[in-house]
């Protein structure tokens, strides 16, 4: 697996499972995928996705991040697989406090 992060350091499987490890110092509250779509092309899925993920930091008060996927999955031996994942950080949601 090859991914590409958001601040555009590439990352390893092994390097993207750690980051994704539990932290002390950040909970996740809720993880919300939209815009999903799916390109079927021979015996690979392209994978796209806006998520948002609401967190609380030790140090503020809920933060929301919301990100942009693209994820390519060839199927191998019957199996999904992320072969490729990029990522690109959006800029937070505007809140309508007349809402």
Known sequence: ???TASDGSIRNKE??????QPNANVRIT???NEDI?????SDAVVVTALTRIDFEART???STSMMRYTAVLPKSSGSWRIAVLQ???LP????DATK
């Open 1 to 3: 697996m090859v991914v």
């Open 15 to 20: 390097e993207e499972l750690a980051i994704l």
């Open 30 to 32: 809720r993880v919300i």
């Open 37 to 41: 779509a799916l390109k079927f092309i």
């Open 60 to 62: 503020q008060k809920q």
């Open 87 to 89: 990522t690109t950080r």
């Open 92 to 95: 937070p949601p505007v809140i």
